[in-house]
């Protein structure tokens, strides 16, 4: 059975930091493309980072300069640093897997900056 969790989340205060984790089960990991995506109540998901099976990333520019992707094939887990956090930030977290047709979805870690 395929399965992400996400882990991570909380509150924090404006410029500070976070790190999102996002373990995967039931696929073969390194093969996959691993993304963040954030979603508010009446707003679409949107991507806040992206990483391929070869390690190339892509960011927004929403977040670029202050986000990064990375992942670990040997742990199954791809990561998501968040630094200098703004208010505009605060959302549901969630991670995705995809290779064609596969694409499977966490169910989510909730991130809330203020102060």
């Known amino acids: 059975q395929v399965q992400l969790v996400e882990s991570g989340g909380g509150l924090v205060q404006p410029g500070g930091s976070l790190r999102l984790s996002c373990a995967a089960s039931?696929?073969?990991?390194?093969?996959?493309?691993m993304g963040w995506y954030r979603q508010v109540p009446g707003k679409q998901r949107e991507l806040v980072a992206s990483?391929?099976?070869?390690?190339?990333?892509e960011y927004p520019d929403s977040v670029k300069g202050r986000f990064t992707i990375s992942r670990d094939n040997a742990k199954n887990t791809v990561y998501l640093q968040m630094n200098s956090l703004k208010p505009e930030d605060t959302a549901v977290y969630y991670c995705?897997?995809?290779?064609?047709?596969?694409?499977?979805w966490g169910k989510g870690t909730l991130v809330t900056v203020s102060s």
């Open positions: 995705n897997a995809a290779r064609l047709p596969i694409n499977v």
């Open positions: 039931g696929i073969v990991f390194s093969v996959y493309a």
């Open positions: 990483i391929t099976s070869t390690g190339n990333t």
